[in-house]
Structures are given as structure tokens and as C-alpha cells.
């Protein structure tokens, strides 16, 4: 079993709705949670960057993190086609040993935006 | 400020040939890291060097090796290759290693 999972869709939606991306772990030691936006031939490119449980919002970007139930989701609101991508979560450890450097990645979930 | 530069783009190679592939952070990170991401298995962590030391390393054969220099620029070399080392090879930099990571476009390695 993988330590993070994604659903790796597709997902396509219509263009001005709300998209619902999520990842679950199994590793209680990931402390930091990230999301990245993955276009083809290029390097995923950091969305947003939360620690521990909460809420955190961007522009039409809002990522939740839930460590109880160890499950972090994207939403992004009024989705444009321009937001057609590969959406990738990613998590590490706090500070220390195996943890420096070391991000663990979902399969990433493929986003097609219509207009 | 320029963000992590990946050279070359694309290599092709034969099967038992080695290669060298090179990284250069964003200006004062000191941390890089790097990452192999194929269609099966995702994006998967390689090793992470911080001032020219390695602090952490993944679940790779020996073949992958880097190194990172004083100026902080990484090189990774693959010795021996195969071709299941077909893949998408990418590079990250934080300030220290704890730090949301920056990618590179990375360099698409193809084995023959």
C-alpha cells in the first residue's frame, strides 16, 4: 500500500465549476502538505504549502489538511480551462533525519478544464 | 529571480551507457533534491544534498549517485543504464531542506 494515495481520475468539469481534489496517507509523522500543478512537458510548480491541520486559501485556491483523518484536499473555484493540468499532492516529515529533502507524492489527479 | 535551471532537456542513451545530468538551484537555496517520475510508479525521491553532503537518500540501486558542489549546483549520474531508466529525471531546491521545494522542467532521459 502506497503511504499517500490519489484517485488519479481523469476529472473533467465545465468551465466556472468547483473542482474537489483529494489525497489520503497512512504516515501520522507528515507534518507538511503541499500541492503542486504539473503541466505536460514541464515541472510541477508549487500551488500551496500548508502545515499540520487547517484551512489555507489563494486566490481561488483553498487547501484543506484533516490529520485526524489523515486526508488533504485542493478546491479550486471558478475552474478555467487554463487549469487543465496534472494536480500532484505531496507531504513530508518534520525536521530531522529521513525527513530532510524527501517529498512523497500522490499518482497526481488529470484535471481537463472544457469550456 | 530565476527559478531552478535542468540541463540538458532531453538525452538519448543505450543500454550500459552512464550519464550525467546537472542542476542549478535557485540563488541562495542550498538544498536540492532529486526526484524520478515515471507513468507506473509517480514522482519518487532519489537523494537530497545540502552543502555538498548527503543527508538523505531513497530506495534506489547504487547506480544513481550525485553530487552537489560549493556554489551549490547538483549533478546526478546514472552508471550502467537500463532501460527501465527511461523516465522524467527532476530537480528541487529549498533554502535548507525543510522548505516547500521549487522543480526544475527536468530532463527526459530515454534508454535505447
Known amino acids: 500500500q502506497k503511504e499517500v494515495e490519489q484517485d488519479p481520475g481523469p476529472l473533467s468539469v465545465p468551465e466556472g465549476a468547483i473542482v474537489s481534489l483529494n489525497c489520503t496517507y497512512s504516515?501520522?509523522?507528515?507534518?507538511?502538505f503541499m500541492w503542486y500543478r504539473q503541466y505536460s512537458r514541464k515541472g510541477p510548480e508549487l500551488l500551496m504549502y500548508?502545515?499540520?491541520?487547517g484551512n489555507k486559501e489563494d486566490g481561488r485556491f483553498t487547501a484543506q489538511v484533516d490529520k485526524s483523518s489523515k486526508y488533504i484536499s485542493l478546491f479550486i473555484r471558478d475552474s478555467q480551462p487554463s487549469d487543465s493540468a496534472t494536480y500532484l499532492c505531496?507531504?513530508?516529515?518534520?525536521?530531522?533525519?529521513?525527513?530532510?529533502?524527501?517529498?512523497?507524492f500522490g499518482q497526481g489527479t488529470i484535471l481537463t478544464v472544457h469550456p | 529571480k530565476a527559478g531552478v535551471t535542468q540541463t540538458p532537456r532531453y538525452l538519448i542513451k543505450t543500454r550500459g551507457q552512464q550519464v550525467t545530468l546537472s542542476c542549478s538551484p535557485i540563488?541562495?537555496?542550498?538544498?536540492v533534491s532529486w526526484y524520478q517520475q515515471t507513468p507506473g510508479q509517480g514522482l519518487q525521491f532519489l537523494f537530497e544534498?545540502?552543502?555538498?553532503?548527503?543527508?538523505n537518500k531513497g530506495n534506489f540501486p547504487g547506480r544513481f549517485s550525485g553530487r552537489q558542489f560549493s556554489n551549490s549546483r547538483s549533478e546526478m549520474n546514472v552508471s550502467t543504464l537500463e532501460l527501465g531508466d527511461s523516465a522524467l529525471y527532476l530537480c528541487?531546491?529549498?533554502?535548507?531542506?525543510?522548505?516547500?521545494?521549487?522543480f526544475g522542467d527536468g530532463t527526459r532521459l530515454s534508454i535505447l
Open positions: 540563488s541562495g537555496h542550498r538544498s
Open positions: 505531496a507531504m513530508s516529515e518534520g525536521a530531522g533525519g529521513t525527513s530532510y529533502g524527501k517529498l512523497t
Open positions: 504516515n501520522s509523522a507528515f507534518q507538511y
Open positions: 544534498y545540502f552543502s555538498e553532503t548527503q543527508r
Open positions: 500548508t502545515y499540520s491541520s
Open positions: 528541487a531546491s529549498s533554502l535548507e531542506g525543510l522548505q516547500p521545494q521549487h
